[in-house]
């Protein structure tokens, strides 16, 4: 094998492959990156402060494969929005999605040795696996051996459970990722830092918290008024918008239930969904008390629940059928409060996102609550302590879509000690 692995980042993101690339020192082998190329300038200013570059905003459709010198090995992890399961699963269609494409036309050309992708692992199931399938016989009909894997950082020293699809393209020998060696676990309490108490979250809301905590552990709850079984706090379990009669958190409870069931969407004359508006009539069939409208309309001055019109489904998108009756309906959901949810720190972390990682508290000594700080976000990515991260940018959104060095590290160990 040559001593020399020229490499491309695409859809670089904040550095995760270039992290576990440089971590293969060891190898003896040179490797040399010689195209580093995403479309978020936060991502960018990250990546180039970090390996002392001066890259520029790419957008990677842009790029002439003619204009690429010879390489050896393509990573990307190109985006996953239009595979999630959190997303409109648009994908080929979404230009996003349509990104494999381009780096299938890089690859045509140059023909490398190795090509290694990461994604949602929600692409192996969408549309019984119509789309994993194409890729891969995309891949197998350039030339190359075509495996892919669903891999779960957890398994790999990261305290977060991160879920991805790893589609690995080899041209002269098939390697199986099912040989992929594996690192011990470790829980959220061997990253977080319990000497930090500075907090920025409202100091009535972590009283109201605490408060719970003081009679049952409330590590691993969700805050959200949303169904969610005895682990869900609501906002009328703490009096988050002022007090409520034990009547009114009743109410709500029964509110709670009753819109998700489908002879009222039936009745509307809607696309079922959960979360549909009550009105009062209808309201009236499962609460008697003679204080009814009363308490509804306190409840609605207090924040609690609003009026609104039932939505349709027209065209894939919820549109409020202006036809219908106004209704009452809950008011928050999961990212309306400071936080939404409590991590266990016997535990691991949920799948960082960038729209909620932001929301995820940790309880240090059953004083104070506060959100995760950088580093030890760091650390539940994989990243090593000495990553730096700009002032000026969003860490949880680029954390919410980096990819995690411990497993691309692994897997391109595979690679090159195979």
């Known amino acids: 094998m040559t001593n020399q ?7 670089s993101g904040i550095g995760g492959f270039r992290v576990a690339i440089n971590n293969l020192s060891d190898l003896k082998i040179n490797f040399k990156c010689i195209l580093s ?39 990307a992890g190109f985006p996953c929005q239009p595979f999630s ?32 992708l990461e994604n949602v692992y929600n692409l192996i199931n969408l549309e019984n696996g119509k789309y994993i399938n ?72 972590i009283k109201k918290l605490l408060k719970i905590h003081e009679k049952k552990s409330i590590f691993g709850f969700k805050i959200n008024d949303k169904r969610g079984g005895e682990n869900n706090i609501h906002s009328w379990d703490i009096d988050y918008n002022g007090y409520l009669e034990n009547e009114e958190k009743i109410l709500l409870n029964q509110i709670l239930l009753e819109r998700r069931k489908k002879h009222w969407a039936d009745k509307k004359q809607i696309k079922w969904m959960d979360g549909m508006p009550l009105t009062f009539e209808e309201i009236k069939t499962f609460n008697k ?16 629940l609003r009026l609104e019109k039932p939505k349709d489904l027209i065209g894939g998108k919820r549109i409020f059928k202006e036809s219908s009756e106004i209704g009452y309906n809950i008011c928050k959901g999961k990212l309306s409060f400071p936080i939404s949810k409590i991590l266990d720190p016997n535990s691991i972390s949920p799948t960082l996102t960038a729209t909620d990682s932001h929301k995820l508290g940790i309880i240090i000594k059953n004083k104070t609550i506060r959100k995760l ?37 692994k897997i391109l160990r595979l690679i090159f000690q195979s």
Do not use: W
């Open 5 to 11: 692995i020229n490499y491309l980042d695409l859809c």
């Open 37 to 75: 190329a995403d479309i978020k300038k936060d991502a960018i200013d990250t990546y180039n402060l970090n390996f002392k570059e001066n890259n520029k905003k790419v957008d990677i459709y842009d790029i002439n494969p003619s204009d690429i010198e010879s390489f050896q090995l393509l990573c």
């Open 85 to 116: 399961s959190a997303g409109q699963k648009k994908a080929f269609t979404d230009k996003r999605g349509g990104l494999i494409f381009k780096i299938i036309e890089i690859c045509k050309y140059h023909k490398p040795e190795y090509i290694l």
């Open 134 to 205: 194409e890729i891969k016989l995309l891949f197998e009909n350039i030339g190359y051996f075509v495996n892919y894997k669903k891999l779960n950082s957890c398994d790999f020293g990261c305290p977060q459970s991160r879920e991805r699809v790893y589609i690995l393209c080899c041209k002269n020998k098939n390697i199986n990722l099912n040989e992929i060696e594996t690192l011990p676990k470790k829980k959220l309490k061997d990253v977080i830092d319990s000497s930090i108490f500075e907090s920025d979250i409202d100091e009535k809301f």
């Open 289 to 304: 008390n003679s204080n009814l409208k009363f308490m509804l309309d306190n409840l609605v001055d207090k924040k609690y």
């Open 373 to 409: 700080t950088v580093n030890e976000i760091k650390k539940i990515c994989g990243f090593p302590d000495t990553f730096i991260i700009p002032p000026h940018v969003n860490y949880y959104d680029l954390f919410g879509n980096m990819v995690t060095p411990p497993v691309i590290e």
